[in-house]
């Protein structure tokens, strides 16, 4: 199937199965193809300029280049590179995730009503694959010690071009179903233009079978590998310290672990995000779950193998407390939209009825911004940074890239519930006129 095809409904009206795309987000072909090549290289600029071969983290981030580039111009260095064995381990990983997929018990779960009436159906068994992952990475170290699991701190490039290999083929190999006959493709990738349409995914929900190749790339190779990172460098830190671990890295460890359990037991929460409901699985997502989440989230962390920061007390319990306020804003604001929208309303909120049929609550968390739940995330964000100390700005990356991910994608949910709800939306942003941080932006 190309572009846009037209059937008919059961009452004989033309009925455009797959639209055209008439609108540009990113900035179109050129913005798409910028973030599709500084994705990649920013996660090398990362893994490079901030190291230990580097020196250390630099001080600013103007420096950040230059310690990159006085890495990458040793011709040694370039020898080092080449890992198969860290690229393999990281193949490996991947079909670890899949067999579980496979393997362990899951209920089948109906995602969302698509737009031609049917319902996909989902296997939910995430949760048991980070549990099996736990389980097999805590028994190693249990039994042989910290240094048994500081492969992945020493293997790192390796692993990280297996990521980026693995994000480049299923790009390429999603964009090229897409054109199977029958195709549904996504409202969001269907301009015509070969890299757009590449990079923010062209068909909607690519399959192989009932694998679902979106939804198992949004939460467990990426994510749990995530937590796995950070386990291996809290190992790293512990061998160089004769089995101690920082205070700091801790707080990293238990903070980041939290996120990663929490999004992996609430799976069928994904069912109803922008991702799943009508972004298309492209380079967009193929990246940015399978390489950038992994390996630029776990920057803290990776930091403090080498560069242990000691907090004391009050300094840890201070992290720790704005940590708490963040979750608990994340978490409850979630579970009241998400027990809403399953038809429960346990503490009365009031909600506005709109012609598309759904509800809006008006009160409790989502009466105070249009997206609160943006808000704990940001504050689970910083504390997630604080650990670092300040002597860098670099391990705050993630705190600064976040607030830019998060003011973008409010923009976009609220262009995307307007089409969706019309006059309705309007009403909805004079009751909650903040977009996330109430009685500030
Ligand atoms: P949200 O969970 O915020 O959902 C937005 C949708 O909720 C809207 O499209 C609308 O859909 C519905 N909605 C909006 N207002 C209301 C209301 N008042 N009452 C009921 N329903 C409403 O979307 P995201 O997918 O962006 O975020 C999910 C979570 O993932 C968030 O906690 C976010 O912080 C996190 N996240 C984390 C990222 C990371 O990299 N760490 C990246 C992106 C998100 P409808 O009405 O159709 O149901």
Redesign the pocket.
Known sequence: MTGVEVSKRSNGHAHVFNPRTTSYEFLGPPGTFLISTLVPFFTYVFAYGCSESAGGCPRSFYELPTSFMQTVTDVDWWKAQWDPHGFAAYFAWYAFTVVAWAVLPGEWVEGLPLRTGQKLKYKINAFATLLLSLGLAGGLIWTQGPASFTYIYNHWIGIVTGAFVNSIVQAFYCYASSFAQGALLSANGNSGNYIYDWFMGRELNPRIGSFDIKSFNELRPGLILWFLIDISMACEQAVRRGGHITDSMWLVICFQGLYVIDALYNETAIL????IISDGFGFMLSVGDLLW?PFTYCLQARYLAWHPVELGPVWTATIFVLHGLGYYI?RSA?SE?ND??NGKNPKNRTFMQTKRG?????SGW?GMS??P??FG?LIMALAWCLPTGFETPVTYFYFIY?TI??VH?QRR?DE??HE?YGDDWKE?QKLVPWRIVPGFY
């Open positions: 109803s995000t922008m991702d989440v994340f979630n939209k809403f929208r759904t509800k809006l609550l008006t989502w249009r997206h739940n943006y995330d976040f991910l998060l994608r949910d995307a519930c969706k909805y």
